[in-house]
T-cell receptor, first 111, second 115 residues
Framework: QKEVEQDPGPLSVPEGAIVSLNCTYS??????FMWYRQYSRKGPELLMY????GNKEDGRFTAQVDKSSKYISLFIRDSQPSDSATYLC???????????FGKGTMLLVSP | SAVISQKPSRDICQRGTSLTIQCQVD?????MFWYRQQPGQSLTLIAT?????????ESGFVIDKFPISRPNLTFSTLTVSNMSPEDSSIYLC????????????FGQGTRLTVV
C-alpha cells in the first residue's frame, strides 16, 4: 500500500462548480498536510498546509484533514478555468524534512 | 519565498550519455532537494543535497547514477549518468527547511527525454 493515495483523475467540472479533491494516507505519524498546484510544464507551487486535524481556508480554497480516518481534502469554490492544473497532496512527519506525495489529480475546469 | 532557477528546462539525450542539471536559488537556503516526477507516478525524492558534504540518497537511488554537488548555500547540480530511456522524466529541484518542511519551493523542472 502506498503511503499516500490519490485518484489521478482527470476530474472535469464546469466553471463555477465546487471541486472536491481527496487523498488518503496510511502512516499515522504524518502531522503536516500540504496541497500543491502544478500547471503544465511548471514546478509545483504550495497552495496551503494544515497541521493535524481541522480546516484551513484561504480565499476560494479550503483544506480539511481528518486524522481519525486518515483523509485529506481540498475544496475549491467557484472554480475557474485558471484552476485547471494537477493538484498534489503531500504529508510530512513532525521533525522531518522529507515530503511524501500523492500522484496528483488532474483538474479540468471548462468555461 | 525563494525563487529557483533550473537549467536546462528540457533536453533530449542519447542513451549512455550524462546530463547535469543546475539549480540556482536567489537566497541562501539550508536544505536543497532533488526529485523525480515520472508520468503517472508520485513525486519521488532522489536525495538531499548537503552543503559541504556528500548528498543523502533515498532508497533506490545511488550516487554513481545520480551524483550531486552542493558547493554553496545557493547552488546545486544533479547529474543523471549513463542514461537509459527509463531515466526519461521530469527532474525538480526544491528548497525547504530541515525540520517541518511545510513550505517547500520548487523549480520549474527539467524535462529529460532519453532516446
Amino acid at each position: 500500500q502506498k503511503e499516500v493515495e490519490q485518484d489521478p483523475g482527470p476530474l472535469s467540472v464546469p466553471e463555477g462548480a465546487i471541486v472536491s479533491l481527496n487523498c488518503t494516507y496510511s502512516n499515522s505519524a504524518f502531522q503536516y498536510f500540504m496541497w500543491y498546484r502544478q500547471y503544465s510544464r511548471k514546478g509545483p507551487e504550495l497552495l496551503m498546509y494544515t497541521y493535524s486535524s481541522g480546516n484551513k481556508e484561504d480565499g476560494r480554497f479550503t483544506a480539511q484533514v481528518d486524522k481519525s480516518s486518515k483523509y485529506i481534502s481540498l475544496f475549491i469554490r467557484d472554480s475557474q478555468p485558471s484552476d485547471s492544473a494537477t493538484y498534489l497532496c503531500a504529508t510530512i512527519r513532525s521533525g522531518y524534512s522529507t515530503l511524501t506525495f500523492g500522484k496528483g489529480t488532474m483538474l479540468l475546469v471548462s468555461p | 519565498s525563494a525563487v529557483i532557477s533550473q537549467k536546462p528546462s528540457r533536453d533530449i539525450c542519447q542513451r549512455g550519455t550524462s546530463l547535469t542539471i543546475q539549480c540556482q536559488v536567489d537566497s541562501q537556503v539550508t536544505m536543497m532537494f532533488w526529485y523525480r516526477q515520472q508520468p503517472g507516478q508520485s513525486l519521488t525524492l532522489i536525495a538531499t543535497a548537503n552543503q559541504g558534504s556528500e548528498a543523502t540518497y533515498e532508497s533506490g537511488f545511488v550516487i554513481d547514477k545520480f551524483p550531486i554537488s552542493r558547493p554553496n548555500l545557493t547552488f546545486s547540480t544533479l547529474t543523471v549518468s549513463n542514461m537509459s530511456p527509463e531515466d526519461s522524466s521530469i527532474y525538480l529541484c526544491s528548497v525547504g527547511e530541515r525540520v517541518g518542511n511545510t513550505e517547500a519551493f520548487f523549480g520549474q523542472g527539467t524535462r529529460l527525454t532519453v532516446v
